[in-house]
């Protein structure tokens, strides 16, 4: 339900806050005295056209999701080549609606506007829907496989970021006297990973070690419908691999 009205939130916001970039630059370049060779309600009607276009483009960079963070550099480029590719959208849209130019320098205000604000929110929404994802019970509840330095690194790193996943408990294939990893329960060993996944409901699972039973992992996680991770040290790499294609192979590539 939370996730249903944070995502439903952010679209309307974002579509408001569209039509409203482009009417401040209207207003910016054209002056508060409604022009009567550049009415605004044509505008208007350009930009309701294609501020849904202009999110469907954000939805398919992937921007929506709510695990994703807004303030890395490629989430802020895509944030960039949306804006522009909604500018490029409104000049065909406005062109072919009522054949006339306008305003380079509109154009200009429009683009800048819509880059910045939309940015300062994303900036902003991201760090409120992050509270909100986490209030109990957690919207993504990760259960974590493996205990070693890089489990404890793991789950201090998610708690410092107030990451969207909370973890909810940790299992390991061999046992462990510890009562807890860094502030997250020891649920016991894997052969009641069936037990806990009905009783926690979680939506993701994060492999940190037990390589040997990272077959058995991924088939429960299909299973259950629930997102698989692997953290790169269970295979010996130092975090510099990346996924690559190869002639329509998924691939990951250790540089």
Not at 203 to 212: A, D, I, K
């Amino acid at each position: 339900m939370r996730r249903t009205f944070l995502l439903f939130t952010w679209v309307v916001t974002d579509i408001v806050l569209f039509i409203g970039a482009y009417v401040c630059a209207y207003f910016l370049r054209v002056g508060f005295i409604l022009s009567s060779d550049f009415p605004l309600n044509r505008y208007v009607q350009a930009v309701l056209v294609i501020s849904p276009i202009w999110v469907g483009v954000m939805i398919g960079l992937g921007i929506f999701r709510l695990t994703r963070v807004q303030s890395s550099r490629r989430n802020i480029l895509h944030l960039l080549f949306s804006c522009v590719m909604g500018l490029a959208l409104f000049t065909l849209g406005y062109y072919f609606l009522f054949g006339q130019f306008f305003s380079r320098l509109l154009l200009v205000y429009a683009g800048l506007l819509s880059f910045v604000l939309t940015t300062i929110w994303h900036l902003s929404f991201d760090q409120w829907q992050r509270r909100i994802l986490r209030k109990d019970p957690p919207a993504y509840p990760i259960l974590i496989v493996g205990i070693n330095r890089e489990t404890e690194r793991f789950i201090r790193l998610l708690s410092d970021k107030q990451s969207p996943l909370k973890p909810i408990g940790v299992l390991d294939s061999q046992g462990s006297p510890l009562k807890e990893v860094a502030g997250v329960s020891v649920l016991g060993k894997l052969n009641i990973l069936e037990e806990v996944i009905k009783t926690k409901k979680p939506t993701h699972l994060v492999q940190c070690s037990n390589l040997e039973h990272t077959t058995n992992l991924m088939s429960v996680c299909r299973q259950h419908k629930m997102t698989y991770m692997l953290l790169p040290s269970v295979i010996g790499s130092s975090g510099n691999q990346s996924m690559d294609v190869i002639e329509g192979q998924t691939m990951i590539t250790v540089g």
